[in-house]
C-alpha cells in the first residue's frame, strides 16, 4: 500500500493525507478496481489506519482511473473454486475479515467519510459506497448491486445499509434483480448525495472534504453516531442519547469557538479545538 511517507510492497491502495484529508484511492484500473485479496486487505488496512491517523479530520475514497469499483475480481474467483468446492473456506474467510473490517471502520469511526464515485459502482463497489457517510457522483455513473448475477448473496453491509437508505422492496429490487441503473436514479433513491458533471467531480468532492475537515470533529463523531444508531433505538433512548451528545458538545472547546465566532460575527476555526 503506498502513503504519502513511503511505500510498501503492494500498491493496490494509495493512501495521502493532507490539510486534514484522507485520501483512499483504490488502484487497479486496469480491472475497474475489482476487488481481489490484496486490496481487500490493504483497503482494511488503509481505512484503519486512517480512521487512527490524528492529522485526519475527513476521509475521502475514490478508484484510480475512470472507475469507483466494478464488484469483485471474477478471475481471483475462479482461482479459488476448487478449494471452496472441496470445503476450503478459509481463503474466503480471510478475505471476509478484511473486507467486513474495512466496512467497520469506515463506519465506526466518527470522521466523516466522503465517496468520490465516477464510472462503474457495482456489487462490493455500491456497499462501500453506501457505507460512506456521503457520497458524491459523476453524471456518467451506473450502478447495480450484481451479486445474484454470480449466484451469491450480497456482503459489505448491503442488507445493512441499502433497507435503511432506499427502504425494503427497493432493497429487494436491487438484490433480487440485480438491474442497472445510472446516477440520477441514485440520487432519487437517495443513495448518492450530489450528480455532477465527470469533469468537476474532483473539484466539487475535494471542497466538500476541505469544507468537513474544517468543521467541529467532536460535535462530527456525536451526530455519526446518533445518526447510525436511531434505527436501534426507540425514541426515549435517542433523546437521552442527543441530550447526552449535546451537553458533552456544550462542554468542550468546539462550542466554546463556535459561540465566540458567533459573537464575533466571524467564520469559526475549529482545528485543534475537539
Same mark, same amino acid.
Given at each position: *500500500?503506498?502513503?504519502?511517507?513511503?511505500?510498501?510492497?503492494?500498491?493496490?491502495?494509495?493512501?495521502?493525507? @493532507?490539510?486534514?484529508?484522507?485520501?483512499?484511492?483504490?488502484?487497479?484500473?486496469?480491472?475497474?478496481?475489482?476487488?481481489?485479496?490484496?486490496?481487500?486487505?490493504?483497503?482494511?488496512?488503509?481505512?484503519?489506519?486512517?480512521? @487512527? !491517523?490524528?492529522?485526519?479530520?475527513?476521509?475521502?475514497?475514490?478508484?484510480?482511473?475512470?472507475? $469507483? *469499483?466494478?464488484?469483485?475480481?471474477?478471475?481471483? $474467483?475462479?482461482?479459488?473454486?476448487?478449494?471452496?468446492?472441496?470445503?476450503?473456506?478459509?481463503?474466503?474467510?480471510?478475505? #471476509?475479515? !478484511?473486507?467486513?473490517?474495512?466496512?467497520?471502520?469506515?463506519?465506526?469511526?466518527?470522521?466523516?467519510?466522503?465517496?468520490?464515485?465516477?464510472?462503474?459502482?457495482?456489487?462490493?463497489?455500491?456497499?462501500? *459506497?453506501?457505507?460512506?457517510?456521503?457520497?458524491?457522483?459523476?453524471?456518467?455513473?451506473? #450502478?447495480?448491486?450484481?451479486?445474484?448475477?454470480?449466484?451469491?448473496?450480497?456482503?459489505?453491509?448491503?442488507?445493512?445499509?441499502?433497507?435503511?437508505?432506499?427502504?425494503?422492496?427497493?432493497?429487494? @429490487?436491487?438484490?433480487?434483480?440485480?438491474?442497472? $441503473?445510472?446516477?440520477?436514479?441514485?440520487?432519487?433513491?437517495?443513495?448518492?448525495?450530489?450528480?455532477?458533471?465527470?469533469?468537476?467531480?474532483?473539484?466539487?468532492?475535494?471542497?466538500?472534504?476541505?469544507?468537513?475537515?474544517?468543521?467541529?470533529?467532536?460535535?462530527?463523531?456525536?451526530?455519526?453516531?446518533?445518526?447510525?444508531?436511531? $434505527?436501534?433505538?426507540?425514541?426515549?433512548?435517542?433523546?437521552?442519547? @442527543?441530550?447526552?451528545?449535546?451537553?458533552?458538545?456544550?462542554?468542550?472547546?468546539?462550542?466554546?469557538?463556535?459561540?465566540?465566532?458567533?459573537?464575533?460575527?466571524?467564520?469559526?476555526?475549529?482545528?485543534?479545538?475537539?
Amino acid at each position: *500500500m503506498s502513503e504519502n511517507n513511503g511505500q510498501s510492497a503492494s500498491d493496490t491502495v494509495i493512501c495521502t493525507v @493532507e490539510g486534514g484529508v484522507g485520501r483512499l484511492t483504490m488502484n487497479r484500473p486496469d480491472s475497474l478496481n475489482a476487488l481481489n485479496p490484496a486490496l481487500a486487505r490493504d483497503l482494511h488496512a488503509a481505512a484503519r489506519r486512517l480512521a @487512527e !491517523d490524528s492529522r485526519v479530520r475527513c476521509i475521502v475514497i475514490c478508484g484510480a482511473g475512470d472507475h $469507483f *469499483m466494478a464488484g469483485g475480481d471474477i478471475r481471483s $474467483f475462479h482461482a479459488a473454486l476448487p478449494a471452496l468446492q472441496a470445503g476450503d473456506r478459509s481463503a474466503l474467510e480471510a478475505m #471476509f475479515e !478484511d473486507v467486513h473490517g474495512a466496512i467497520r471502520s469506515l463506519r465506526g469511526n466518527g470522521k466523516p467519510v466522503v465517496a468520490e464515485v465516477r464510472g462503474a459502482c457495482a456489487g462490493f463497489g455500491l456497499s462501500l *459506497m453506501a457505507a460512506c457517510d456521503l457520497a458524491w457522483a459523476a453524471d456518467d455513473c451506473n #450502478f447495480t448491486l450484481a451479486y445474484c448475477h454470480l449466484g451469491v448473496s450480497p456482503d459489505g453491509g448491503s442488507t445493512w445499509s441499502l433497507p435503511r437508505t432506499v427502504g425494503l422492496k427497493r432493497s429487494m @429490487e436491487l438484490a433480487l434483480l440485480g438491474d442497472r $441503473f445510472d446516477a440520477a436514479q441514485a440520487r432519487e433513491w437517495g443513495l448518492v448525495n450530489r450528480v455532477l458533471p465527470a469533469a468537476e467531480l474532483a473539484a466539487q468532492t475535494a471542497a466538500v472534504a476541505a469544507r468537513l475537515a474544517a468543521g467541529p470533529a467532536a460535535a462530527y463523531a456525536r451526530s455519526k453516531a446518533l445518526i447510525n444508531q436511531s $434505527f436501534e433505538q426507540d425514541l426515549d433512548g435517542q433523546l437521552d442519547a @442527543e441530550r447526552n451528545a449535546f451537553i458533552d458538545c456544550t462542554c468542550g472547546g468546539e462550542f466554546a469557538e463556535g459561540v465566540a465566532a458567533f459573537l464575533s460575527k466571524r467564520r469559526p476555526d475549529f482545528r485543534d479545538k475537539s
